[in-house]
């Protein structure tokens, strides 16, 4: 019987790499390719950008979080948004001032070429490692699901992403988002039914068993550095890791290039955060229904822990039901992976080799960039089954070299004086920070990217007097 549930899932990959590919027809340059032509309307941008903000990792991860744990994890998404009134205000204003493809153009305008590329060369780098992980995560439902190896899961996701990117870009990136999204959240939906009946005394008990564990309690006020979820790790660290991700790196700034205008694209950030709450919320109580169903059954948790939400699906939901939600769980992984092979290959293209004049020749470019960077994360995704937990080992890489982006950004939107050299000074000296703090202490990644950011702009703007620098905004 479980061929119904692989025609369903084969029908869904296939029939979205067709759909996705579809919009290859309309793409006739970068603008159309990299920013959909600034035609998406602003709801279809927030739904792609709580996609790219959470992906398997969420659907994965969340659900060990709160099983192993309580709600804590709910901490850093007010620092989410926190972050996006700093995005708003700082550097919204700032990307639509002139046509940008990318980010770290508007680096190029206030320091030179040379800082623009060395920002650049940080978000391919932290990019192409939290990808890695996230392509892993999808290896887990996949052979779970069809009992493969990690390996050949993984080039089956990729290529079949591969596809649909290559030809239709950010269009088609931004429109298979919301298709995805769409399925992934009423697959979590439809499996929050199934488990409720499978636990005896459904939603009162499970209520009950869990308030008692405190499995629900969000707040943590310690000041413990060391604790990854507490308030202040939340709202502070939060704050900072968001502010990068979605202020500095390409991932998400290039969804919110793709508005028509500043004030779609500001609507488009704060709707996201109400999507990424809830969604955020789901999934933690899937976690908790699941550690009710496994106290109540005696049942012996799946090692890793991250398989515990695909491998109850698998094994429990009604047959081409959980055809439909493993679906809706690739469905975020290929949402994820094809932003990122976009987003890759745009930095890639615009801010490394756009000398070449020729649309066709720039077109030719960026569709083989993706086809590189799907190598490379194939490649990460392979050597990634150590690098612990899939939702935290994806926010902590990000977090190592996150803040140095953050750092050279408010050193370019809130600073005259400093320059190139002091900006690259910043780097130097925030990245030796941050690895100091990695290695050496036991300080939580959650605070990474503040002690990051800090250390980058505080020694480039130091730096800009000891160097005798003085500039100013174009």
Known sequence: MRYLDWGVIAAYLLGVTWFGAQFGKRQTGLAEYFLGGRTAPWWAIALSIVSAETSTLTIVGTPALSFRGNFAFLQVVFGYLLARVVISVLFLPAYFRGEMFTAYQLMQRRFGERVRRLTA??????R????????????????????TGEAI???????????????????????????QMGMYVAGAAVSLVVMLGKIPGGWH???????????????????ALNLPYTFWAGLIGGCFLT??????????????????NEKESRRALFASWLVVFLQFTLFLVI?????????????KAPQPMDRIYPLFVWENLPIGVRGVVIAAILAAAMANLSAALNSLASTTVVDFVRGVRDERRQMLWARWATVFWGIVLVAIGLVARSWGTVLESGLSIASVTLGLLLGVFLLGVLTSRVGERGAALGVVIGLASILWVRFETSIAFTWWVFIGSTATFLSGYAGSFALRESTSID
């Open 205 to 223: 008990h499970a209520a009950a068993v869990a308030s008692a564990a405190g499995k629900f309690q969000v707040l943590d006020f310690r000041t």
């Open 153 to 179: 899961s993984v080039v089956l996701i990729v290529a079949l992403t591969l596809i649909y990117t290559f030809e239709g870009g950010m269009t088609a990136v931004i429109w298979t988002d919301v298709l």
């Open 287 to 299: 976690g908790v229904l699941l550690w009710t169903y496994y106290g109540d059954y005696s049942l």
């Open 243 to 260: 502010t990068a991700s979605h202020g500095t790196d390409q991932l998400v700034v290039q969804r919110l290039l793709s508005a028509r």
């Open 121 to 126: 060369l940080i978000f391919l780098f932290t």
């Open 128 to 147: 192409a490692l939290a990808e890695g992980v996230r392509v892993f995560a999808i290896s887990i439902v996949i052979s779970i699901v069809l009992g």
